[in-house]
């Protein structure tokens, strides 16, 4: 369930979808990842869909990704631009 902003710097509490932008990841399942013969996690890991949000404020500077091994992580706008 949502309740606040997911930038860990920002209180605001989430209250309606107009007022930010909605996120929605696919997270792999930690308890049943599957791991490979050399103890990479296979392609066949269980996905599960969580849902971040971002408050109007936070939403005009930050961006929501998944970066694998290091999940969930909030970036700078102007950083995921350049990359894309």
């Known amino acids: 369930m949502l309740s606040k ?6 209180s605001k509490c989430f209250l309606y979808l107009r ?12 308890s049943e990842r599957g791991v490979a013969g050399n103890g ?4 066949t ?8 949000w ?10 929501v990704v998944l970066e694998p ?3 969930v992580r ?3 706008l102007r950083h995921f631009k350049a990359a894309s």
Request: charged content about 25%; hydrophobic content about 35%; overall charge positive.
């Open 45 to 52: 890991a269980p996905l599960r869909h969580e849902y971040f």
């Open 19 to 30: 007022d930010g932008k909605l996120f929605r990841l696919e997270v792999p399942v930690e």
């Open 74 to 76: 909030m970036i700078p």
């Open 40 to 43: 990479k996690t296979s392609f």
């Open 5 to 10: 902003c997911a930038n860990p710097r920002c």
């Open 69 to 71: 091994g290091t999940g």
């Open 54 to 63: 971002l408050c109007e404020a936070c939403s005009r500077k930050l961006q």
